[in-house]
């Protein structure tokens, strides 16, 4: 998310393009819910200068460090909450397995036949996180 930018943000088709990874499989769609899709906005319009979609106060793109001890540490402590950047709860809110492995693009966990035999187009990845 930190390397994101606003030319690969799709807000009115709720989604973003992750266009480099270190793996094929990490080149892809990734569905923006619903519930989060205001922060995005925010975000986007907050400098319209930056090329980044998450930037520091005077416009600068963030390091992961600097973010996560920074702003993500201090926020899960604020709300009590014990998660990483990185936790899914498609699984908790009841999201078919299969969809998931193709939200988070863990290229180990996808079987032969889901690569296969599974197609999914970005409403019904934007309609499995909206289940959060």
Known sequence: MLDL???NVHLEEQYFDVIKSKTENGIRKVPIAYK???FYKTWYER???CEYLLHTEDGKHFLYRNYYDS???PLMKQLNID???HCCMLAEAGVDQTIIKKIVEHSGAITLTEKVCTHFDIKE???AVNQI
């Open 83 to 85: 998660r990483t950047p």
């Open 125 to 127: 990845l934007v309609d």
């Open 71 to 73: 702003y993500f540490v």
């Open 5 to 7: 930018k606003k030319e």
């Open 47 to 49: 400098n319209p200068d």
């Open 36 to 38: 989060v899709l205001p």
